[in-house]
């Protein structure tokens, strides 16, 4: 963001206090993984996108990949922490039927989650505290 609002790479570097050739690197970097999962074709049917809940351990923004045995399977639109279930759930569009574990792509890791049709609940309230 810094260096579209300053509207060049050595301004952006200059507010930063860095190097105009880190900065470069930096955007080069972003523009190869953007391209490496915006550009990937999904697998499973084109056009059959399900939206599904997603859960994990580590915190997502939404807009990450999800990966089957390392091929773009879809992303994830959304997330937030659950205090209830204490893990990460989110909503991700998939293609593909039959798909329960995925791995999620955030900054480069690769983070094991579970997908699920249905919105993860506590059913019974056991978890609940007044």
Do not use: N
């Not at 930063?16 to 190869?32: A, C, I, K, T, W």
């Not at 399900?50 to 990450?64: C, M, N, Q, V, Y």
């Amino acid at each position: 963001m810094t260096v579209v609002e300053c509207r060049g790479l050595s301004a952006a570097a200059q507010m930063l206090y860095l190097g105009q050739p880190s900065v470069s690197h930096q955007v080069r970097q972003l523009e190869q993984v953007l391209r490496a999962t915006a550009g990937a074709p999904t697998a499973g049917p084109p056009g059959r996108r399900r939206r599904s809940s997603i859960t994990l351990d580590e915190h997502l923004w939404g807009g990450e990949s999800l990966l089957r045995d390392g091929a773009p399977v879809g992303h994830g639109t959304s997330a937030a922490h659950s205090p209830t279930l204490g893990r990460t759930v989110g909503l991700a569009f998939v293609s593909g039927a039959g798909l329960e574990k995925v791995e999620v792509q955030v900054a480069g890791e690769r983070y094991p989650a579970q997908i699920s049709r249905k919105a993860p609940c506590d059913p019974t309230s056991a978890r609940v505290k007044v």
